[in-house]
């Protein structure tokens, strides 16, 4: 049987796969430490699981609208209001199955065949396939190690060219954890703007910032941004919730309404019970989380101490999200291995470490490591990677 030609173009996902591998060792009783997860180790707070148990004793079970229910659209309005003063109206507010299906409706929604999606490098991975899924053609902008990992606005500006739809920024990043300033997003908003773009900002790791740099939102810094910037963000990583599949995207009531008219034909409504519980999560005390943040924020400053410490490894220390980038191209080079990715598979079954090749990330002479995981495994997988370093080490 031919599959459809937009199913067979996709890259299969290595952080799936990573996890896969690392999951069948486990279970043949290895002592498997695992980097790789892109979710918080941490249970949902139990003040929302409270709101969810009540939703679901009073019955609230059924089928809302398929964009989401006003009360949750009211609570999102609330917290983009009280966080970035940005002001929303419930037309201008999806509500999503995760905050990748935001991304994917609006590409869906955004693209013609062949329209041009910039999209900055190392980038998270779904990023270009589901440019690919809406028939638009991903264009890689290099942000290079030296700038943090952020593209400039003149790279941005060589990047445009008539086809040119969007563009995508995720500050805090996934695989970096790099973040954008209020002037490095002022001046590539100018760019956007004079090109007319439309700016997919995706804000999914908002709240884990660490040091005393803060957030902005590129829809904030002015009327015009507002207007072709679609916010991207969800409680998944802020509120430890990741399974229960709630995202949501604010932007312009048009683009709104063609994402929710495509949900209705599609999965209809987000989990009913999952929409409550995030309004618990907005409404909850929002310092109760800080105990999820300053773990992040101890384990990020360990692994990144002992990382650096490898030689031949080189690491820029992220400030946000929960992921560390090291660039271990001078390890791989000095090795046997011909590639990063054959250098990750050895090392999962050598030392049982599993983390993931950047190569997925468009980053080859990268991997990710994931710090959702006790100071005690961190502290194990780095003295294991330093091993398996020496261990192969050509000189």
């Not at 043949?28 to 790789?36: K, P, R, T």
């Not at 409504?269 to 409550?276: K, M, R």
């Amino acid at each position: 049987m031919e599959l459809a030609d937009r199913v067979q173009a996709l890259t299969p996902s290595t952080t799936l796969a990573i996890t896969s591998k690392a999951k069948a060792l486990k279970e043949e009783g290895h002592d498997v430490i695992g980097l790789g997860a892109g979710e918080p180790d941490f249970n949902t707070p139990e003040d929302i699981l409270n709101v969810a148990k009540k939703a679901m004793d009073e019955g609230k079970t059924t089928y809302t609208p398929a964009g989401g229910i006003p009360a949750l659209k009211q609570a999102i309005i609330k917290k983009l209001q009280d966080d970035q003063g940005l002001s929303y109206t419930e037309e201008e507010i999806i509500v999503t199955t995760g905050a990748k299906h935001a991304l994917y409706n609006l590409f869906q929604v955004l693209l013609n065949r062949g329209d041009e999606v910039v999209i900055p490098v190392p980038y998270w991975v779904s990023y270009p396939e589901q440019v690919k899924l809406a028939e638009g053609q991903p264009v890689y902008v290099k942000a290079s190690e030296e700038n943090d990992f952020k593209i400039t606005p003149e790279q941005l500006e060589n990047s445009i060219t008539d086809y040119t739809k969007a563009v995508i920024l995720n500050s805090p990043s996934n695989p970096t954890g790099t973040l954008y300033t209020q002037e490095e997003l002022k001046a590539l908003g100018e760019v956007a703007l004079k090109h007319d773009l439309i700016i997919v900002s995706d804000e999914i790791y908002e709240k884990l910032i660490y040091g005393s740099d803060e957030h902005v939102s590129i829809a904030q810094l002015s009327d015009e941004l507002k207007e072709n910037t679609v916010v991207i963000n969800g409680v998944s990583k802020s509120h430890a919730m990741t399974g229960w599949r709630i995202g949501y995207a604010a932007g312009n009531r048009q683009i709104i309404q063609a994402m929710s008219n495509l949900s209705s034909h599609s999965t209809s409504n987000p989990t009913t019970i999952s929409q409550f519980a995030a309004i618990g999560a907005y409404s909850m005390d929002q310092h109760k989380l800080n105990e999820m943040k300053d773990a992040f924020e101890e384990r990020l400053n360990k692994l990144h101490e002992w990382m650096s410490e490898i030689p031949g490894i080189s690491c820029v220390k992220p400030k946000g999200a929960f992921y560390l980038f090291p660039n271990i191209s001078e390890v791989v080079a000095n090795s046997p291995f011909d590639s990063t990715d054959e250098w990750v598979k050895q090392l999962l079954e050598e030392e049982k470490v599993a983390v993931v090749p950047g190569s997925g990330f468009g980053s080859p002479e990268n991997i990710r490591l994931s710090y959702a995981t006790s100071l005690e495994n961190l502290e194990e997988a780095a003295k294991r990677i330093a091993r398996f370093v020496k261990k192969h080490s050509l000189n």
